[in-house]
C-alpha cells in the first residue's frame, strides 16, 4: 500500500504536459521561488513556485523568447525552438549590478523624492492604460496551523479531517481556480470560475476568486480593512520617506529605480519594503511591501506581504501585472498561523470600452462543473507547479476524505461518540447519524453558561433538546432543525418550555419556514436591551433592577425570502397571552439593606400594581429588508449576497394587532429604519442609523407593544459599535405609542487622528466620535454626545472600548462613563 501511495503522489507531481518545465536557481544552486516567466511582448506568464520549479506552455508556434524575471537578479532571455517542445530548461539567475549613477545622495539632494513626484504625478496617465480589460485569472491559496492544541476552552478542536498532526500542525486549507475575468477600474468586476479544486474535497468549490485580488498601488488607499496608504499616494509624503536604493536596467533597456519605503510614523496605516519605478514612464514595475497587523488594526496578524510584479509589452507600451502574491503571518497563544495566496493574470485583452450590459449585479460565477477537472486537465494548465508538500496534501486529505466519508468508517466513529454515560445526565449528550447528517443533541442540567440571575426567577438556567437534518445542505441549502428550550427560575419556582422549527428550503432565495410557540420570560423592550450577564452582575452586586419582565404564552408561524436581487420579506402571525410578572427576591451578594425597584418599568416604586393587565392579541408582522445596489456570487452549492457599500440598507415594517380580548389593545405600526457606512478613505468611517414610525389607532394599547427605545443605565457597554443605543437614557423614560424619529450617527478615525497625536498613538487605538437624538411627541428632544477611544486592551487583545458621554433633555441632563466590554459577548 505505501508502495502504491508514494508511486500515486510521485505522478501526481512530476507528470504534466507543459511544453517547458524546470527549475531556476542562483549561482550556488539555491532554488528561486516566484520568478517571473513570461513570453515576451505577450501577458501569457507564469511564475515559478517555493522550490523554484516552474511549468511553462508557448501560445504561438513560431520561435519564441521566454523570460525570466526576478528582482535583485538580471533579468534573462532564452529564445525557444518550438519545433524541440516539449524540453526541460533549468535556468541559473545571476545577481544584479546594481548602480546609483553616481549620484551623491545627502538630505539636500535625495532623488527618491523627484522619482516618486513623478511616479505620483503619473499616476492618472498610467492607470488609464489598464483601466478596462479581460484576462485569465489563476488562484492557489494554501493555509497552514502550527502548535494547535487539542482544546480550545475545553471544546476539542479535531485534526481537521486529517489536516494536523500529533503536533497540531499542517496543512488546513489548499484550493485553486481558473477564472475568465472582465475587469473596470474602480470597482466592475464579472468572474467566471471555470475550475476550482479543493484540497480534501473532489467535489467542492473553492473560496479563491479574483474579487479579493485587486490591490491597485495606483490608487491612494488600498482596502485592507482600514484603508492603507499607497506609496504613491497623493498625499504620500506626509507617511513616508524614501531612500533609492539602486538602479538596474531590465530586458528592454528601461532603468528601474529600486526605491526603500519607511515609515514616518510607527501606528499610521502604511506599507514598508521596496517600490520599483521605471524611469520616464513612472510605472509601477515591482512591489515588495510588508503591512504590519497593528497598522491594519488586526492585532492577531503579525505581518502579511504583498509582492507584485509587471511586464512590459512593447505593441501596447503597458506595464501590466502578471504575479501576485499575498502571504500571512499570524498567531496568538503560541499557535501560529500562515497563509499564502498566488495570482496568475496572462492572455490580456486591453479594450477602450465594455457593452452596456457586462457588468451586472452578479460579480462571481462558478460553472456548475468546475469541480469536476481531473487531474489531465490540473497537469496541463496550472501555471505554478505543486510543491512536494502541496502534492502530498492533495492525495493524502483525497484519500482521507474518502474513508471518513465511507458509510462503515461514520458508523463507527457514531458508535465510538454516541455511548451513553449516567454523567451525561449533568453535562449533556449528543447523538449523531453522521452518514444521514442527523444529530440529536441534549444540553444537559449543568448548563452553566446560561446561568443568569433576575429579580423575577432569581437565580435561573437553560437546558434543552435540538434535532438537525442537514442532509441537503452543503449543496442545495436544505436543512431542518427543531428544538426546545427548558428554563427554570428558583425563586418562582417555575418552569417554562419553547419550542421551535426551522426548515430552509433552498440557498438561492433562502426561503425558510419557522414556526414557534411554548412560554417564555420576556422583556418589555423585544430587543433585549440588556444582557442577562449584564444584568446579573448589576443586580447582584449594586441591587439595581433594569430588567423588566412579563410572562409570555404563544405560538407563532412565519415565513421569509429573497423576493428580488437585494430584497428579503420577511411575514410572521403570532397569538400572544401576555401576563404581568412580580418580583420574587430580594437576594444580592452586596448592599443587602437597599431594596430592588419594582418590576413596573412605569412606577419603579410601586410593589403591587402591574405594569398592563393581563390580555391576549394576535400580531401581523411584515418586514422588508432592502440592500440597494446589491451584488451576488453565484454558486453552484448556493448565492452569496454581498452587500454593495456605495449604497444604504433600507428596512420596512408594519405592524397590527387583531383579534384581542379588548379593542383598546389593537393598532397599527408603521415603521422605517435605514443604515448606511460611509468611508472617508483613510481618514476613517461614519456610521449612520435611522429609525423613525408611527402608531394608529394605539391611546390604550398595552405598554408592552409601545415603542421602547434601547438605553443604558449600567455604563457597562457591549456592541461594537454604539449605533442603536443610547448610553445614559433610562430604558422606559421616553416610551411612546405615537410618532417617533430616533438617529445615530458616529465617527471612527481608524487611527487617522490618533496616530499622529505623540504618546497616545502608543495605544495603537482609534478614536469614536457620536451624537445621538431621540424625539417623541410628549418628549423634550433627548440627545447625546460622545467622545472616546476604541480597540483599547494588552498585546494582541484589543477588545475594550471607553466613552465619555453628555445628555440633553431640556438642558443639560447628565454626564457619564461608558465601559466597553466586548468580550462579554462570548458569555451571551
Known sequence: MKKHYLLLLFLVSFVSNAQIKGTVTDEKGNPLPFVTIFQEDTYNGTTSNERGNYEFTLKKKEKQTVVFQFLGFKTQKIIIQTDKLP???????????????????????N????????????RKVNTLKTNRFNADFYSRGIFKLKNAPKKILGQKIGDFDGALDSTGTGIISLSETFSKIAFEKPNNLKEVVTASKVSG??????????RSSFYDFYDNTIDFGVQMISPIANNAFNYYNYTLESTFFDENKNMINKIKVIAKRDSEPVFEGYIYIVEDSWAVYAVDLDIKGYRMKEEFVDVMTLKQNFSYNSSNKIWAKNTQSLEITAGAFGIKFTGKYNYVYSNYEFIDAFASKTFTNEITRIEINANKKDSLFWNSNRPIPLTIEESTDYVRKDSIYKVRNS????????????????LKVLTGYTYKNSAEKQSFSYEGLLNLGS???????????????????????????IYTSISTKLNYGFAEDRLRVTGQFIHRFNNQNFATLYMMGGSSLKQFNTND?????VNTISSLIFKNNFMKLYNLESVAIGYSQDIANGVNLNGKLEYQQRKPLFNNTDFSLFNKDDLYTSNNPLAPNDFTTPAFDKHHLTKVNLIAKINFGNKYSSRPDGKFNIRNEKFPTLYLGYEKAIAANEKKYEFDHFNTRLTYDL????????????KAGKFLNADNIAFIDFKHFNGNQTHIGQSARYLNVFNLLPYYSNSTNDSYFEAHIEYNDKGYIMNKIPLLNKLKSTLILGAHALSTPNNKPYTEMTVGLDNLGFGKFKMLRVDYVRSYQNGFQGDGVVFGLKFLNILE
Open 111 to 122: 532623488p527618491a523624492l523627484a522619482i516618486i513626484k513623478n511616479a505620483i504625478a503619473s
Open 529 to 533: 436591551p440588556i444582557s442577562k450577564t
Open 201 to 210: 474535497r473532489d467535489n467542492g468549490y473553492s473560496y479563491n476568486t479574483a
Open 407 to 422: 458509510e462503515k468508517y461514520l458508523d463507527s466513529i457514531d458508535a465510538k461518540e454516541n455511548k451513553f454515560k449516567l
Open 679 to 690: 468611508t472617508l478613505g483613510n481618514k476613517g468611517v461614519v456610521g449612520l442609523n435611522l
Open 87 to 109: 524540453y526541460s530548461l533549468n535556468i541559473k539567475m545571476e545577481e544584479e549590478s546594481f548602480s546609483l549613477n553616481e549620484v551623491i545622495i545627502n538630505k539636500k539632494n
Open 451 to 477: 446561568l443568569s440571575f433576575n429579580t423575577v426567577q432569581g437565580y435561573n438556567f437553560d437546558s434543552g433538546f435540538r434535532y438537525t437534518n442537514r442532509k441537503n445542505q452543503e449543496y442545495r441549502g
